[in-house]
């Protein structure tokens, strides 16, 4: 269905250099056959076959389905958060795109806002957020002062909201067919683990941003890798404790890596893409951490092999000891099936990361080491996060533009490790946030006993819930 409402069109075909770094092989989850085709005229006048998006439902129980997919909003009234993160990167242009969703206060009470400063949103209670950060560095933000027309699935990676409904028409409460979707939504989204779509209006609230109007879309999606080998149970980003509202905010990689296919139209651009690298993530809890730095990229130049690199950090508060603060860091690694896991409770993770421009961790486990170094010389974009006294507010800077090195070791016990990988990134997202950042925050994240070893226990929540017949915590 993809009818363009654009002025002008970068029409973009499928490119060696995507498929040097995500291979669409077996590994990928299978969906049925793209046999839908359109015909394009890229801005040089070349034709070429485009294949549509085709759209499917979500398929229960598959291999790629990680721990914390659904939405975890218990209907309590405590302070709660839930964002979800997609992202699409573009080989062709060296440029990418990335969607946030946020609802905040979903339990409040009250629907007043404390702040309007063009900045940030205000509201200390009930709101829905989308942020589009686009190609060429601009951006777009809508915002609803209500959570009354989002939806989302409590077992899933399954939401939508409704900003401006059709004339006469019901705001959804699931996912619909495509075509449904556009008859009763004006202005909203809806997305899934295999589908995204949605037509969403800027609200001219951020004039510190390069913005664009509007930016309609749909793509299709097949995961690749979830969080764990493949094949394999899938694991829980922050371990089995992300269960339960302790050591928040929680966060969760929901696919390392993906291939989707599609087109977005950006202002008066058009972009199609087939088989692009894709990726989703989420955090939810009562705050955000009180600083943070993250890195992830899934384009590597000079591999033949599918890889995906995670790498994340924050200071959060520890739970039952007020004004108390730890430092967490993980480097999560997917290459040809095998996942490659870098967290506190089974080795340690080191990190020396800049204000901006520099990032540098490095971190062991019993079995391997990991090198991760990224440099960027872009100012980048400023990003909205959630946060307690002024809602959805600039908090956070990030680019697609980051240049990175990425170098995976086998220990050896003579000391001749063995290389996995040494590769290198051009369109590597890059983030620094929270604070302050007065200087270069370095750190050693180690667990110590006993929270290591509680932390590192191989529980399976929802299997435990199952066996017992007990009703497994909302979002599981």
């Excluded at 942020?131 to 009354?148: C, E, I, N, S």
């Excluded at 690298?277 to 000079?302: A, D, H, M």
């Excluded at 999560?332 to 901006?356: L, S």
């Excluded at 299997?463 to 007990?470: G, P, R, V």
Aim: proline share 7%; charged share 20%; glycine share 10%.
């Amino acid at each position: 269905m993809a009818a363009s409402v654009g002025t002008a069109r970068l029409v973009l075909p499928s490119t060696a250099a995507t498929q040097s770094s995500l291979n669409g092989g077996p590994d990928a989850e299978k969906v049925p056959p793209r046999s839908s085709k359109v015909d394009a005229v890229g801005e040089y006048g070349v034709k070429w076959t485009a294949p549509s998006p085709l759209y499917t439902a979500i398929v229960k129980d598959r291999q790629s389905r990680t721990p914390h997919s659904g939405y975890h909003f218990d209907g309590s009234s405590r302070r709660f958060f839930e964002g979800w993160y997609f992202k699409v990167s573009i080989p062709k242009v060296e440029d990418s795109f990335a969607w946030m969703y946020t609802v905040a206060e979903p339990g409040a009470l009250s629907n007043s806002t404390s702040s309007d400063d063009g900045n940030s949103t205000g509201p200390k209670f009930h709101g829905t957020g989308a942020q589009v950060m686009g190609a060429k560095d601009q951006y777009l933000f809508q915002y609803d002062k209500t959570v009354r027309n989002f939806w989302g699935s409590r077992d899933e990676l399954a939401l939508g909201h409704t900003f401006v409904p059709k004339f006469g028409k019901v705001p959804p409460i699931c996912e619909l067919e495509p075509e449904e979707f556009v008859n009763r939504v004006e202005e909203g989204f809806q997305v899934t683990p295999t589908w995204h779509q949605g037509f969403l209006r800027d609200n001219g609230q951020s004039p510190h941003m390069k913005t664009v109007d509007t930016i309609r879309w749909e793509y299709s999606t097949r995961p690749l890798y979830g969080w764990g080998d493949n094949g394999k149970s899938q694991k829980a980003t922050a371990g089995w404790l992300a269960a339960f509202p302790v050591f928040e905010p929680h966060w969760q990689i929901c696919m390392a890596a993906g291939y989707s296919t599609g087109w977005i139209e950006w202002g008066d651009e058009r972009y199609e893409f087939e088989d692009a690298p894709s990726y989703v993530e989420k955090n939810w809890g009562g705050s955000f951490p009180l600083k943070w730095f993250w890195l992830q990229s899934n384009i590597f130049e000079g591999v033949a092999g599918s890889i995906a690199l995670t790498c994340g950090g924050g200071r959060r508060g520890l739970p039952l000891i007020p004004g108390a603060h730890e430092n967490v860091a993980l480097v999560g690694i997917h290459y040809c099936g095998k996942f490659y896991e870098f967290v506190p409770w089974t080795g340690t993770v080191e990190w020396d990361i800049a204000p901006w421009g520099s990032w540098k961790i490095s971190a062991e486990n019993k079995q391997y080491k990991v090198r991760v170094d990224a440099v960027c010389d872009v100012p980048g974009v400023y990003l909205r996060c959630p946060t307690v006294e002024r809602g959805l507010t600039p908090l956070c800077q990030d680019t697609f533009f980051g240049k990175l090195r990425l170098q995976l070791c086998e220990r050896s016990k003579n000391g001749a490790d063995k290389v996995i990988l040494d590769v290198t990134s051009d369109q590597s997202a890059l983030e620094t946030g929270g604070g302050p950042w007065d200087s270069n925050w370095q750190c050693k994240s180690r667990m110590r006993f006993p929270i290591r070893t509680l932390v590192g226990l191989p529980l399976n929540v929802e299997k435990i819930c199952n066996k017992l017949h007990l009703t497994k915590p909302a979002g599981l």
